[in-house]
């Protein structure tokens, strides 16, 4: 087959690459997926696409989402972390069909694509059966989006009817689609694991997880210390050898700092979802105590089913946050800052080059550069908010949505071009996933659960649903 050519003419380009920065005006060849050169000027036989006026981005990574959840969107805006798990987790899950699955997952594949989110890691936990299993992943491939696939171990609902007799017949269950779904780590989707909360399972069950997720050489993803008031089990994967840098642990609000000593020390990576933990009282982003450790912050969207799915928000509401948090001491005294102690550019580390390495794939993916592959974002166009573009960075954190994405490319592939998702009927899947999530609330409503669902009481009541007795 003839080679594969693509050229990228004129735009500013924000490499994230140490050794060329940010280029005023630069070209970017693109040949069989994987970016060939950037230059000021490139003369190649390619099909050229004039960027000038616009930024090129790497394309942004999602270190936490669960795409599920899109056919959810918004409906638990005004509910708690508790309420959130109780209905949702506990309540909606169960009633989801692997169709739901598909749709929610190409959905909010797409939702992400067209936000500028070329690699999620998926975190799926709607895991009822293995038709479940193969529906998300099908979604995901069906998008074209670059994804870890986070295969998840967990009980929608205890007491409800399952596929699954037992845990190992879960175990069993990953090595099925791993074999069936993941022959390469070339590929645009790879395999991980989301493990079930320590607090939930007894230890014997965690750590059977942990050591399936490495038998296949998964990236693993997890919830801890999301819930105040309960174990977050840091301590006892340390003891027991099982943390790692091949994990991703999300929140982590609520640890403490010998906690996060560990943590740092065993090299793992850290997720923080803005939106979700500020509007649900799961405490303060911990951007602080990550940076206090040495551990690189990442950004995630979350669930779609209370806030966006776009990785813009995410920096905006981080960085805010971040920059407050810095100065509120100094403020409480009185004094006003000289200055701000996060740049623009630091938020899109988050996104960028950090979540790159937290994903395992920093060698692939995050900048700009020949070599990598060629996952890359334009913004720009007719929108007011992208005109006059003073501060490159600026713009894409404080002053872009996805309503500004020109271009995705993912290996090289348009998936979203002049401003339009390329090869999907949108009014077709978007029909689709209204009626699906018509379908779903019904038989929710038939199942006798109640919405929002909140426990009578806090955490606690929690506990009494979800820990095993010792």
Known sequence: MPMQRTLLRGGTVITMDPQHGTLPSADVLIEDGLIAQVAPHIEADAEIVDVS????????????????????????ADWTLIEY????????????????????????????????????????HCNNSPEHADAAVTGLSDAGVRAVFGYG????SPGAPTWFADHSDRLADLSRVADAWFPSRDSLLTLGVSLTEMETIPFETARAEILAAREHDALMVTHTGSVWGMPSGVNALAEAGLLGPDQVHVHCNALNDDEWR????????????PETELNMGMGRPVFRA???HGIKPTLS???????????FTQMRVGLGFHRWAETEDMNLRGASPERVTSSAETALEWTTTNAADAVGLADRIGRIKAGMAADIVVVGGPGTSQHPRLHPAGTIVFQTGPQDVRHVLIAGRFV??????????????LSAADAGAAGLLERVAKSGRELPGAPPQGWQALAAHMIPPA
Request: glycine share 10%; net charge negative; charged share 20%.
């Open 53 to 76: 006026g616009h930024l090129v981005m790497p394309g942004m990574i999602d270190t936490h989402r669960h795409t599920w959840q899109t056919l959810l969107r918004s409906l638990c």
């Open 85 to 124: 798990i109780f209905a949702v987790r506990l309540g909606v899950s169960p009633a989801y069909t692997p169709q739901d699955v598909y749709l929610g997952n190409r959905l909010g594949a797409l939702d992400a694509i067209n936000s500028g989110v070329t690699t999620l890691l998926d975190f799926f």
């Open 153 to 156: 171990f967990y009980e929608s």
């Open 262 to 273: 560990l943590l740092a020390e065993h090299g793992a990576k850290v997720s923080i979802s």
């Open 290 to 292: 990550a940076e206090q």
């Open 301 to 311: 969207c979350d669930i779609a089913s209370f806030n966006s799915g776009d990785l």
């Open 416 to 429: 979203k071009r002049d401003g339009t998702l390329v090869g999907v009927d949108l009014p077709k899947l």
